[in-house]
C-alpha cells in the first residue's frame, strides 16, 4: 500500500494541531512532545507538522514566506459538494482564510483556504 506523508512547518504545534482536529483530522498522541506532530487525514495520508526551525533543520534551507510565496497547494477530495464547502467553513470558524466562493469546472467543485500558517489548501469533489 502506498502511503502519503505531507510535510508542513508551522509557528506553533499546539494552534496548527488544534485547527487540523477541528477539521477532523486525529491524532494518537494526546499531548505534544518535541519538534513534530503527526495527524490522519486517511487511512493512506499523513499530516506531518513540524515547528519551523525543525522542519528547516531537515530539509536544510529556509522556510518560505507564505505571505508572499506558494510552494505547494494541498488538494483533498471530500465526497460531497456540501463536505467541500462544510470543510471549508470550518477551517475560516477555526482562523484560516476562505479563499472565496467554490467553483465548478465540469464535473469539479472545489474552494480553497489557507490555514494559520498561510498553506493553502483546496478540497474537492468530482460528481458524475
Do not use: C, K
Request: no cysteine; net charge negative.
Amino acid at each position: 500500500m502506498t502511503m502519503t506523508f505531507i510535510n508542513l512547518p508551522v509557528r506553533d504545534l499546539t494552534t496548527a494541531a488544534e485547527f487540523y482536529r477541528s477539521l477532523g483530522f486525529t491524532s494518537e498522541q494526546a499531548e505534544l512532545d518535541g519538534d513534530s506532530l503527526a495527524l490522519t487525514i486517511s487511512d493512506s495520508t499523513r499530516l506531518m507538522l513540524h515547528l519551523r526551525s525543525a522542519f528547516e533543520e531537515y530539509t536544510g534551507v529556509a522556510v518560505t514566506d507564505t505571505q508572499t510565496s506558494r510552494e505547494v497547494i494541498v488538494g483533498l477530495t471530500a465526497e460531497s459538494r456540501e463536505q467541500v464547502d462544510e470543510l471549508v467553513d470550518r477551517a475560516a470558524v477555526a482562523g484560516g482564510e476562505s479563499l472565496g466562493p467554490g467553483t465548478t469546472d465540469g464535473r469539479l467543485y472545489m474552494r480553497g483556504f489557507r490555514d494559520l500558517d498561510g498553506h493553502q489548501w483546496s478540497f474537492l469533489h468530482m460528481h458524475a
